[in-house]
T-cell receptor, first 110, second 115 residues
């Protein structure tokens, strides 16, 4: 089964910094790549990426997919303490199966 | 809409006991999923149901059974719980369009401890 690998696994920065989270995937049955934010409970949806090179943006968060190099990045600018969470990326393969990466635990210190 | 709901929120079992985790969604989604989440392992798919009446194994199905009772409900059963099944369990649902818009919506999770 295809693997999804996220890096770094853990990141600690100061409020106001910009962070880039990475997600690499394999391609056997690729359909889309999803980013989620998980605080204390269930993951909440951030972005879905299907096409290469098209940036998705929501406030201070943005994400882009590179289908040639098989990776995606999630950028967060001007970080705030409320951005502290585990960020998950997941690949949709074939018939609706989702494969998750291990997650990146982001901590924003005041 | 309540979205995806799960019961119970917490459960403690002894080794060998059985229990059923309940999941329901009110978004008229066709597909439903059960995941477990362990520290450092991310989310792993246990079983999924592409549509009412069908179920398929995911990455880690051993020790579990599922029932897609109707379009709304998808239950996960542990017949003989083991300490290795201590985890947080998430149910999710989606409405596959076939056009790459298969966002999954998650329930709040069930924290299960097996002693």
């Amino acid at each position: 089964e295809d693997k999804v690998v996220q890096s770094p696994l853990s990141l600690v920065v100061h409020e106001g910094d910009t962070v880039t989270l990475n997600c690499s995937y394999e391609v056997t049955n690729f359909r889309s790549l999803l980013w989620y934010k998980q605080e204390k409970k269930a993951p909440t949806f951030l972005f879905m990426l299907t096409s290469s090179g098209i940036e998705k943006k929501s406030g201070r968060l943005s994400s882009i997919l590179d289908k040639k190099e098989l990776f995606s990045i999630l950028n967060i600018t001007a970080t705030q303490t409320g951005d502290s969470a585990v960020y998950l990326c997941a690949e949709i393969q074939g018939a609706q199966k989702l494969v998750f990466g291990q997650g990146t635990r982001l901590t924003i210190n005041p | 809409n309540a979205g995806v709901t799960q019961t119970p929120k917490f459960q403690v079992l002894k080794t060998g006991q059985s229990m059923t985790l309940q999941c329901a969604q009110d978004m008229n989604h066709n597909s439903m999923y059960w995941y477990r989440q362990d520290p450092g392992m991310g989310l792993r798919l246990i079983y999924y149901s592409a549509s009412e009446g069908t179920t398929d194994k995911g990455e880690v199905p051993n020790g579990y059974n599922v029932s897609r009772l109707n379009k709304r409900e998808f239950s996960l059963r542990l017949e003989s719980a083991a300490p290795s099944q201590t985890s947080v369990y998430f149910c999710a649902s989606s409405f596959p369009s076939g056009g790459g818009t298969d966002t999954q919506y998650f329930g709040p999770g069930t924290r299960l401890t097996v002693l």
